[in-house]
């Protein structure tokens, strides 16, 4: 049984810093890329990094590049999202994915707000 459990969401000052973990098991994690999109109110899920089996490809999103870095731990099965410089426009429910099996977690609340 696949499971995606995030963690480390929050309230956070803009310009504060966030590290979020998705801890990942039920299927063999090294050998699959894994994403973090995230969702605000009202607004479609988006895309906000992804990364390959191996970590050696990441991508983001326009709106994070140079704030947000995502890596992993193949030996731990974890991915995360280091998130910096955080804005107001940040807030959202942050959920990791694997596209190969197209499982989500149920995804970290981060709030950033003065």
């Known amino acids: 049984q696949v499971q995606l459990v995030e963690s480390g969401g929050g309230l956070v000052q803009p310009g504060g810093s966030l590290r979020l973990s998705c801890a990942a098991s039920g299927f063999t994690f090294s050998t699959n890329a894994m994403n973090w999109y995230r969702q605000a109110p009202g607004k479609e899920r988006e895309l906000v990094a992804s990364?390959?089996?191996?970590?050696?490809?990441?991508n983001y999103a326009y709106s994070v590049k140079g704030r947000f870095t995502i890596s992993r731990d193949n030996s731990k099965k974890m991915v995360y999202l280091q998130m910096n410089t955080l804005k107001p426009e940040d807030t959202a429910k942050y959920y990791c994915?694997?596209?190969?099996?197209?499982?989500w977690g149920q995804g970290t609340q981060v709030t950033v707000s003065s």
């Open positions: 990364i390959t089996s191996t970590g050696g490809i990441t």
């Open positions: 994915f694997v596209p190969r099996i197209r499982s």
